[in-house]
């Protein structure tokens, strides 16, 4: 059972930051595109982030320049570091990802629980 948990929202003042965590867990043969995307109160969910194969990256124009996707292979981790934070990226994170399990090896996209960021002074 492949699972995705996301960590590291809490709340920060304007201009601050944080780090969040996805750590993808389960019986899991290869980990594909994972997106980050955000959802707030009243508004669509949005994509923010994304990192395909070869480490190519893309971000919304909201967010390029401020926040930095990566990951850790080896961890089956995706991060998502958010500098500068302003009250509109108060939001709900989800990590959104391709994954192919072992013995099954096509991809199955997954979403986390997803973690609240409040950027407030």
């Known amino acids: 059972q492949v699972q995705l948990k996301e960590s590291g929202g809490g709340l920060v003042q304007p201009g601050g930051s944080l780090r969040l965590s996805c750590a993808a867990s389960?019986?899991?043969?290869?980990?594909?595109?994972v997106g980050w995307y955000r959802q707030a109160p009243g508004k669509q969910r949005e994509l923010v982030a994304v990192?395909?194969?070869?480490?190519?990256?893309n971000y919304s124009d909201s967010v390029r320049g401020r926040f930095t996707i990566s990951r850790d292979v080896a961890k089956n981790t995706v991060y998502l570091q958010m500098n500068r934070l302003e009250p509109e990226d108060t939001a709900v994170y989800y990590c959104?990802?391709?994954?192919?399990?072992?013995?099954?090896?096509?991809?199955?996209?997954?979403w986390g629980q997803g973690t609240q960021v409040t950027v407030s002074s």
């Open positions: 389960g019986s899991i043969f290869y980990i594909n595109t």
């Open positions: 959104n990802a391709d994954i192919a399990a072992i013995g099954n090896y096509s991809y199955t996209n997954y």
């Open positions: 990192i395909g194969r070869g480490e190519m990256t």
